[in-house]
């Protein structure tokens, strides 16, 4: 009886929880347009979550890029296609891994250091302290890192595909010696604007809104102690993670599926 | 919504106010009136529930049943929109100061201006400097928060929560974990500026003495209910055992130096394991 009573509670906690989440959202969206009178406080964001997040992007992408370079070379030498190269290393890196790795990375970068902020915010009674000038933390913390992480996402998950593709041209080209024309003009002729990269894009951008959202959502609503803002900075990258893997599927089979 | 009449003596009206967090009962029927222009006191042990009246006051909290009316306006009905307005003519003091840790102490005690005036810098940069004057923490300015002791940490919020001219400014234990240096400059800023800028000032705290020398008017609050109240002098001579307990610190009294327990001897004898 009192396993079903625990799992009830836990159903419930969960549903509200997702409930507040939706709530917060909302209130986020309402809140946008007034920030078009305030966009500094979005570039600054932009800065902190997105040009300080960079190094980490840049790198990661390089060594991807060249894994891939490596990895695919072994394979398609076996069938005489290593001219194929560049269009495998691009549209691996346009289509998955680039808005994927990059919503990983950004989670753990970011979206850590958003939730510790808003958390710390809170149980510092800094939010507390704005709702009583007056000032509405929702609109003047939340709603600007919000857009800000929207905006980021994308730029990211482009550097990382086009840092990806130069990695894949130091290996495959510069160590393995494949010819750079068929690097380059095979990935030209084969990866397409819309079906390829827009739909990366678009898959970027939808992983940079659940991103951020997890991330200040759980800041806003974590238990303002140090012990509840360590659970929430942790949920971030776990939810996030999930998240981000669970709507690959779906946008992958929506995409490219049919 | 409003009631009665904006200009009378009393700045906020509290009438039967009862307030739970959870199953925990916090006011149980607490009846308050904060005259305008003065310093009204609201004591009690830690745990009953003053931090929580402030936070009623402002709206962040909302009463079980009860009514709470600050100047003319009955807070928990307010709108949103006509809530923010009010709050703009209402300054807080937190117990932690609450300075916005990313911004330099100028920039915290600008931070109301920038957010609700269209002042040009030159203003704005006057009426800081003015401001921090008041606290005597101008040469402070270009400090961090972090860099400050939690004495200056307070003040500068002081000076934050002065910054729109409010008609009242509710301060949540200003004195606790203050040096006797930084007390009594507290202590000072606040008949101060009360008298100055003639404003309505809340101190919630258990600092008796410091508490009492600054104040006009007492409340006394135990187990959600108002207990005692009055001007100082009152107080010390009420006949109620509870007052005069926690007036003068004694240890035992009503509120027993015991948490409550099975007899000592039987516990001893028995050898039990204490559950």
Known sequence: MDTLRQLGHSALSFFERLGRGHLLFAAM???????????????????????????????????????????????????????????????????????VVTALLFAGRAGSALTAEIGLMKATEQLSGMEMMAVDPVRRVLTPRLVAGIISMPLLAAIFSALGVLGGYFVGVGLLGVDEGAYWSQMQANVELYEDIANGVIKSFVFGVVATWIAVFEGYDCVPTSEGVSRATTRTVVHTSLAVLGLDFILTALMFGG | MTIGNPASHLLAEVRGLHFKRGDRVIFDGVDLDIQRGKVTAIMGPSGTGKTTLLRLLGGQLHPDAGTIVVDGQEVPKLSSGRLYE???RMGMLFQSGALLTDLSV????????????????????????????AVGLRGARDLMPSQLSGGMARRVALARAITLDPMMIMYDEPFTGQDPISMGVLLKLIRLLNTTLGHTSIVVSHDVAETAAISDYIYLLSEGKVVA????????????????????????????FHYPAPDYVTDLLTGKEAR
């Open chain 2, 106 to 133: 100028f920039e915290n005690v600008a931070f109301p201006l920038r957010e609700h005036t269209d002042l040009p810098e030159a203003m704005i940069r006057d009426l800081v400097l003015m401001k921090l004057e």
């Open chain 1, 29 to 99: 969206l309402w809140r946008m347009p007034s920030l078009v009178r305030r966009f500094g406080l979005v570039v600054q964001q932009v800065y902190s979550v997105g040009v300080l997040s960079l190094l980490i992007i840049v790198v990661s992408g390089l060594f991807v890029g060249m894994v891939l370079g490596l990895q695919g070379y072994n394979t398609l030498v076996d069938f005489g296609a290593e001219e194929s190269l560049g269009t495998l290393v691009a549209l691996s890196l346009v289509r998955e891994l680039g808005p």
């Open chain 2, 229 to 256: 109240h009055g001007t100082p002098e009152e107080l010390k001579r009420s006949p109620s055992a509870w007052a005069q307990q926690f007036l003068n610190g004694h240890a035992d009294g009503p509120v027993p």
């Open chain 2, 86 to 88: 009010l709050r703009k």
